[in-house]
């Protein structure tokens, strides 16, 4: 039995007062990698970012339900949305590194956190970007831009500056979808090497993907009210090979999306 | 075939409608600066700048007029800048999108567009008589700043929002607070353009001439001002009378005090141009 980290109860975000995903019911278990697939527009961003409380910065949105993180709500009265953050450690689909140093990017986390220490931050640094798979790459120039990096450098700079405020929990919204191929590989080898120590859900619309990197697989699907609803959720393997339900097999074997 | 000819020239007479609208501006503007370098060039020597207005034409310099435009300039940005970002913050990165914001901004915009002299009336009611700061640097700086602020609340809102949402939701997801996502992320790749937004924003305030005419700065001023409330005149309202004299002479020194102004002008926009191609190749994406 898998322990579980985050988890949401009937899950429901409303934008401009109009549902964008319903009912949502989902665990996601401790140092895995669960990925969350489906067609565009069946809600998967939106999901993965209620569980950092992203939503939060559109105003138009509204969560109802609930979503338990270590058997704690987020949204809850006395949870602090800047803990959250920290403790749940998000990459974007676009590589977004901060137009300052490499140096500066993985140290921005620490720093807001009030650690000024330079032996410290410097120990920081390296670690990260070690174990983001960079620090070969980028020892001997981490004063230079971070957006002199290449792409996939870019996103690993992401996922190293993402690591430095020792998050447990990392989301991942298609990282690789704007990468080549060998980048993208690079990304997925690094994401199995993290999922040792790290929870982690991604959101990708690449099936292929899903099922070379993710532990556990959730299928979502928008109806014709164009409402976002969990499908199907399960062991990668199992939904891969013998989906319960046959919206999920047309999905997989490439009937639509 | 022949619609096809008319066609083509009917393009080709709005082309050359278009070029001569063009050349026209141009021409005029040359012949002006021409006009005025003319006339001007042969008073600008080392006492135009060092002498205080006479009514000797030959005596008459701007030393009095260009420490008060320094003057006058330098509090202006002291009092608008501060409050003009802020207020640019406010509205970008904090403020709710409802009805009062969309009243404010449809406001500031207003503002924006109100003939300058009525601010000078509003600076002669309030800062002149109200505060009883009298015709002082204090109050014409004020009653800029009044007049700059909605320019430089719309460019500083612009740069805040040139910046990628992106960059915010990084620092944002990082656990930073509203505060620190501005002050690490934000203003550092909006400075540019509020710098620029403020020195155009002052290059229009150091052109103006009738709020401070309306709050009564002095066209004789024959000392320095050696503090914000001492009496003062400006560069333009210098000329301005200088232009009113019958005089030639006097003319000759007006058209001098413009190219003094005009340099000034340009080099402050020259150095807005200057520092935003600077800034902004850090910040290439």
């Not at chain 1, 993710?214 to 939904?239: H, K, N, W």
């Not at chain 2, 278009?18 to 060039?41: C, I, Y």
């Not at chain 2, 509090?75 to 802020?86: D, E, I, Q, R, Y």
Request: net charge positive; glycine share 8%; charged share 20%.
């Amino acid at each position: 039995m898998e322990e579980i980290v985050l988890e949401t109860q009937n899950l429901t975000v409303y934008y401009n007062g109009r549902p964008a995903i319903e009912g949502i019911s989902l665990r996601i278990p401790r140092r895995r990698i669960t990925a969350i697939i489906g067609p565009s527009g069946c809600g998967k961003s939106t999901l993965l970012r209620c569980f950092n409380r992203m939503n939060d910065l559109i105003p138009s949105a509204r969560v109802t339900g609930r979503v338990l993180f270590e058997g704690v709500d987020l949204y809850g009265p006395d949870v602090d949305v800047v803990e959250v953050r920290r403790r749940i450690g998000m990459v974007f689909q676009k590589p977004n590194p901060f137009p300052k140093s490499i140096y500066e990017n993985v140290a921005f986390g620490p720093r807001i956190q009030g650690i000024r220490d330079r032996r410290r931050l410097d120990e920081i640094v390296e670690r990260c970007l070690r174990a983001a798979a960079l620090w070969d790459e980028v020892k001997d120039k981490l004063h230079q831009n971070a957006l002199t990096l290449s792409g996939g450098q870019q996103q690993r700079l992401c996922i190293a500056r993402a690591l430095a405020t020792e998050p447990e929990v990392l989301l991942m919204d298609e990282p690789a979808s704007a990468l080549d191929p060998i980048a993208t590989m690079k990304i997925e080898d690094l994401m199995r090497e993290l999922a040792r120590e790290y929870t982690i859900v991604i959101v990708t619309h690449n099936m292929q993907q899903a099922a070379r990197v993710s532990d556990y697989t959730a299928f979502m699907l928008a109806g014709e009210d164009r409402v976002g609803r969990l499908i199907e959720f399960g062991p990668t393997q199992q939904i891969f090979t013998r989906p319960r339900d046959r919206r999920t097999e047309d999905y997989i074997t490439g009937r639509f999306g | 075939m022949e619609r096809r000819q008319r066609r083509e020239m009917a393009g080709k007479v709005f082309e050359a409608v278009a070029l001569a609208a063009t050349v026209f501006g141009l021409v005029v503007l040359a012949m002006l600066l021409f006009d005025v370098a003319r006339r001007g060039l042969g008073v600008l020597s080392w006492s135009f700048f060092t002498s205080y207005p006479s009514r000797f034409p030959e005596q008459a310099g701007i030393r009095s007029a260009l420490l008060g435009t320094i003057w006058v300039m330098a509090l202006t940005a002291l009092f608008a800048v501060p409050l003009g970002v802020a207020a640019a913050i406010y509205l970008e990165e904090y403020a709710p999108r409802n009805r009062l914001t969309r009243f404010i901004e449809l406001n500031i915009n207003n503002l924006a567009g109100v003939p300058s002299i009525i601010y000078g009336l509003l600076g002669l009611e309030l800062f002149v008589r109200g505060l009883k700061l009298e015709r002082s640097i204090l109050a014409g700086a004020l009653t800029l700043s009044l007049l700059i602020l909605p320019i430089l609340i719309a460019a500083s809102r612009e740069a805040l929002r040139a910046v990628p949402m992106s960059l915010r939701e990084a620092a944002f997801a990082l656990g930073a607070t509203r505060w620190q996502v501005i002050r690490h992320q934000v203003l550092p790749v909006a400075f540019p353009g509020i710098l620029t937004g403020m020195i155009l924003a002052l290059s229009r305030a150091i052109g103006e001439t009738a709020p401070l005419i309306t709050i009564g700065a002095l066209t004789f001023i024959a000392f320095d001002p050696r503090g914000p409330l001492d009496k003062f005149t400006v560069l333009p309202i210098q000329i301005f009378n200088w232009v009113s004299r019958p005089q030639a002479g006097f003319h000759a020194r007006a058209a001098g005090a413009i190219l003094v102004l005009l340099a000034v002008l340009l080099s402050m926009n020259g150095l807005a141009i200057y520092l935003r191609y600077r800034l902004q190749r850090r910040y290439q994406w």
